[in-house]
């Protein structure tokens, strides 16, 4: 299993916009048969070194992890999350 985790610091990080976004992140569970388990979380510290939301994604293999990424609805994704971030970082690694 290929664990996918991605941090997301976002340019406007008031509680509505975070919310949206995490919801836009949300709205990928069901849709896209490779990915096996999605979890979202929103910062509750907002500490200097935070980041706003955390994606915690899980795969059968790189393989669905590579199909995932150009997967339709993951594209849809990928084009909001390029307007409201102002960062992010990621981590792949097996589980």
């Known amino acids: 299993m290929i ?3 991605v941090f997301f610091k976002l340019k406007d990080n008031s509680p ?3 919310e949206r976004t ?3 992140l949300r709205d990928m569970e069901g849709k896209i048969d490779e990915l ?3 979890e979202v979380g929103i910062d509750v510290l ?3 070194r935070s980041y706003d939301i955390a994606l915690i994604t899980k795969f ?3 393989a669905a992890l590579e199909v995932y990424q150009v997967h339709p609805v993951h ?3 990928i084009e909001h999350m390029t307007q409201v971030r102002e960062a992010s ?3 792949d690694f097996e589980s």
């Open 3 to 5: 664990t996918h985790i």
């Open 16 to 18: 509505e916009s975070v």
């Open 22 to 24: 995490a919801q836009v």
């Open 36 to 38: 096996k388990h999605i």
């Open 46 to 48: 907002h500490s200097e």
């Open 60 to 62: 059968d293999s790189m």
């Open 75 to 77: 594209k849809k994704v």
């Open 89 to 91: 970082v990621s981590v």
